[in-house]
DNA sequence: ATCACCTGAGACAACGATGTCATGTTTCGA
DNA sequence: TCGAAACATGACATCGTTGTCTCAGGTGAT
């Protein structure tokens, strides 16, 4: 039974068996012409080409992928959540390199779930992608370790991975972190609140730990009632701030592990008038528009981005060797607002 | 010769055939395991579960896609540029929509060339995905004529396809400029400042006719040394602003025609302190934060993406008729600092 | 006890392309 | 003028799965 006659009103897509027949040539000649080897009489590639363009025919790449599985031309990219303006740039990066490398992109996103992470990470693994570039959610990537084996490229980055040997690119978060508070404690500061999303996070523990390091380098107590964790959204921050400023002996001055945290602190402070210091972890846009100053650690995402995704290509393009780790640096930022001269 | 004993390190996947082997079953014993029918001993299924783990076998998605040619279980969306906001949170409504539908998203940015478009939305339809979402950035679309003929679902967003019939989901920037420019008119404002990017863009050209429409109505003097185009930077929407603000008979209102202007205009009107009126087209984040009061014209992004991406699976899902466009309403929100009290 | 029926399992073709090899034709030098 | 090399073309197997069909063996009704 042909499909042609089932469902008339949508034609099957032409094979290259179709364009054979309607040009006249074999199977194998129009897949020459495809795919531009040079061995074709002119004229017959021109009959050929005629033909497609008659049948509209377009070559089905997962036919052909099957046949010649030498790359899908396909990379997939694990993150948390696309519309986080940190991840959508290492988004824009990864797919501006691979679209050098004539390869396209999925992206998916796991949402600081485990599962789920697992299941898409498998799942890209099925579609034989041609590797991994993943911002790992999970502690324990050992499901992974037979894709590896068999030629799966990954590289890690942001985050290393757990229970797995492989490529990985961090930022300097401990380092990071020491200089965020030891610039506090340099102009004086001696009560630092601490705000931090969750200890579950790696980056964060990183970051915590380095801010602990430098108080304790100075001899400063590491007074846990200056701590919060699961501060998420930025309504959380602005909370953590009030709550911690009607303590006994408050901060004078704060440091947020991440920007969302950042964003809200500030408005806070802002709000009440109270000139603390604060200094974040992370850059972000409109930071100079921000009617208040602060500090950032600043460091370059589509610089973690581009070095990933070049050890990718180079992991795809067959390079040997033992697993690299980079750790890219940080450094601070004075921001202030658009015109210092606000309250004049 | 066996590639095994070409590259010992990299060892060949298993497929089926070796999982077959292992468990000492046929074929399509395995594949029937795999693929979970009933009708498999429950002896035979976990020999062959155990083959499966032994081995590390992971099913070839791309093999079976050939065979049962249904569907990729993959969609493509092709936007601008997934680093600017407004994209990516179009790509996560869209990604989290179609997960729901057990598909992934490869996301590809044209940056506003036609070519680029073209060459990637037809490499999209070559990879077989089951459906494109598409921002366009050129006006003919005829080349995807074909594609749709023979089953390709297609859905255009933001902005109309060109010399192609397709269903369309569109924002109301017509009326939405036009209510834009009706407040401003109606708080006396006479000498209104336009600016926007290219027209050569849809959106650019729509907003820009309900201004002329709304000031005609008025019977206000549309002056065209009152509109620069071209403004693409914050930097030159600034730019645009100061001189603007030099002419004989300056504007005492500006009405930009996308968030990436107005933050540039509502820099500069404030660094100068000047209080003329401001109104955006786009809302944007931070824009609460923003240090001086202005107004936007709103609308939802993820609904857009929403509703066209429940179009889409719907036309995957088979559904027929004619192509469907959907206007989606835009509304004025006024936007001010945090704390009004600034300059108090 | 016989036969129709059901069910589980395997043999084999097929999906749409590419790789390998064989074949027929042309070309060119001796 | 002939033979070998070079080249253009096609026949056929193959990639790793799934769909179709067949068949053996067990079940229940008559």
């Known amino acids: 039974m042909q499909r042609g006659l089932v469902n008339p009103s949508r034609p099957r897509r032409p094979t290259m068996i179709d364009v054979a027949r309607h040009a006249g040539v074999s199977l194998k000649t129009v897949s020459r012409v495809i795919n531009g080897e040079p061995t ?20 089905n790449d997962i036919a052909a992928n099957l046949r010649s599985s030498e790359v899908s031309r396909t990379i997939g990219l694990l993150i948390e959540e696309i519309a ?84 990985t690119v961090l930022v300097d978060n401990r380092g990071g972190s020491q200089s965020a508070v030891q610039s506090l404690l340099a102009a004086g500061h001696r009560r630092i609140g601490i705000l931090l999303d969750s200890l579950t996070v790696f980056t964060m523990r990183e970051r915590l730990a380095g801010a602990q390091a430098a108080m304790a380098t100075a001899g400063v107590r590491y007074d846990t009632a200056l701590v919060r964790d699961e501060v998420r959204a930025p309504a959380d921050a602005a909370r953590a701030v009030a709550d911690m400023l009607a303590h006994p002996d408050p901060p004078t001055a704060f440091f947020c592990l991440n920007n969302r945290i950042t964003v809200g602190a500030l408005e806070e402070l802002w709000r009440r008038g109270n000139d603390a210091g604060l200094v974040g972890f992370d850059d972000f846009e409109f930071a100079h528009l921000m009617p208040r100053p602060f500090a950032v650690i600043a460091y370059d995402p589509k610089e973690l981005a581009r070095v990933a995704t070049d050890q990718l290509f180079r992991r795809i393009g067959g390079e040997q060797g033992w697993p690299i780790t980079r750790v890219l640096p940080t450094h601070l930022v004075d921001r202030g607002i658009v015109d210092r001269g606000v309250a004049a």
């Open 84 to 167: 986080n303006p940190f991840y959508a740039s290492i988004a824009a990066v990864v797919a501006e390199i691979a679209a050098t490398h004539n390869t396209m992109l999925i992206t998916v996103s796991c949402e600081e779930d485990p599962e789920r992470e697992k299941s898409l990470l498998l799942n890209l693994c099925q579609r034989r992608v041609d590797g991994l570039l993943v911002v790992p959610a999970s502690q324990d990537h050992s499901y992974l370790r037979r894709e590896v084996q068999m030629g799966m490229a990954a590289v890690f980055l942001d985050r290393p991975p757990g229970q797995l040997l492989a490529d």
């Open 40 to 59: 074709v009489a002119t004229e017959l590639a021109d009959r050929v080409l005629a033909a497609v363009a008659d049948l509209g025919f377009r070559r």
